[in-house]
């Protein structure tokens, strides 16, 4: 079993940036594919970036060049580091751990807010 807990989240102005960390319990965090979904008001939960055990890393097209996801495995801690965010991207924010490629564990979601 893992538990998730995300933070980091808040109101932000466009343009603005802001860091969302994930904290993962368990010794074996580091066997884990760690994902950042977001889901936004009246839309589907969609995956923002995903970084596997071995590092490697996929995002949406939307946050190209401004979203980065990084892992640290001796914290247990994944994080998406947002920059220049737009109010498209306001939404909860949720963490996910899973292994081949699933998403078996959620966080319990944080708000992200951009507006002026």
Same mark, same amino acid.
């Given at each position: 079993q893992?538990?998730?807990v995300e933070s980091g989240g808040g109101l932000v102005q466009p343009?603005?940036?802001l860091?969302?960390?994930c904290a993962a319990s368990g010794s074996i965090f580091r066997f884990y594919g760690m994902g950042w979904y977001r889901q936004g008001p009246g839309e589907q939960r969609e995956l923002v970036e995903g970084i596997t055990s071995g590092g490697s890393?996929? #995002?949406a097209d939307s946050v190209k060049g401004r979203f980065t996801i990084s892992r640290d495995n001796a914290k247990n801690t994944v994080y998406l580091q947002?920059?220049?965010l737009k109010p498209e991207?306001?939404?909860v924010y #949720?963490?996910?751990a899973g292994t081949n490629g699933s998403s078996d #564990?959620?966080?319990q979601g944080t708000q992200v807010t951009v507006s002026s």
């Open positions: 893992v538990q998730l343009g603005g940036s860091r969302l960390s890393t996929r #995002y947002m920059n220049g991207d306001t939404a #949720y963490c996910s #564990y959620w966080g």
